[in-house]
């Protein structure tokens, strides 16, 4: 049976791959900083540990990874933390140093496959150069960064796939889903609830999986997936919150890019002058936002063998499930 160590396995997408492994009969272990979000979380025949990776030594890392097949990177920072500037050396250090050096050690301990978790920002970045995304903005910089050291890590010896990934919709035992900060942000709008004309690919947690489980088993070295289940707008989304939470979704409309752009200036004038930076700059944003950043899902779907899915379904799951944890906590 082969052996897969998944780095932050207690994570929403970590979770759902872990039970996806093992339904493949793969052998699972999960390390994951404490505390455990649930009790009983994983099946009996998960293996789970609980420290800082960043923590562990180089050789107390390496015992970890000898003798596994595959790992699976599902950790890191994304871009709704607003770091001391500059933002590019805040997402280097968490995202960028230690993917390199768990490819490093792995490489060395004679695994096989690793499988990055990476941001569809990365793939936007290329296709749209006039975002600035590979240059002002530090997040998707070090995103695609982050992937060509890890393949770098990986030449000639292991095989390492990018997962590029959208907007994701899923729940997990003991965990808030993150899309409850889009509930709060409408219901601080009152009246109108202004997005911008766009869409965005999306997908579900268990699409998620199956394409991580998939790149163990079929994915080529070097590969940069972008994954995609449903091609979703900023419109139909906060639609679907408003009549979740009792409003009215006609409130919803588009706000013109040109509209939108100096209060966007605004926001990131805010952050520089209190000494932070966002890892993609407010305006640009805005600017993405007005776009379609979606993904033709057929060349990825061909090689990882992902499902089709109802992401619809998923989105309203996902809102009733906040949903449902904010009423349980108002009544404690």
Known sequence: MESVLVIGGTGLLGYHTTLELVRRGFAVTSLALPPMPAEDLFPAEVESLLADVSALSDDELGALLTGRHAVVYAAGADERIIPDAPAAKFFYEANVRPVQRVARLARAAGVKKFVLFNSYTAEFAEQWPDLGYRTRNGYPRTRLAQEEIAYLEGDGAMDVMSLRLPYIFGTMPGRTPLWQMFIDLIRAQPGFVGVGAGSTSSVTVEQVAQAAAGAIERGE??????????????????????????????????????????????????????????????????????????????????????????????????????????????SV
């Not at 639609?239 to 013109?256: F, H, Q, S």
């Not at 990882?304 to 009733?320: E, Q, S």
């Open 221 to 330: 070295h070097g590969g940069r997936y972008p994954i995609n289940g449903y091609d979703l707008t900023y419109v139909e989304f906060h639609r679907t919150i408003c009549e979740l939470i009792g409003r009215d979704p006609d409130e919803v409309g588009v706000v013109p890019l040109e509209a939108m752009l100096p209060t966007a200036a605004e926001h990131d004038a805010a952050a520089a002058a209190a000494g932070k930076e966002h890892g993609i700059h407010v305006s640009d944003s805005v600017r993405f936002n007005a776009r379609d950043a979606v993904s033709d899902p057929a060349p990825s779907q061909a090689v990882l063998g992902y499902a089709d899915a109802d992401v619809p379904a998923a989105i309203v799951a996902t809102i009733r499930a906040c949903l449902e944890i904010e009423a349980q906590t108002a």
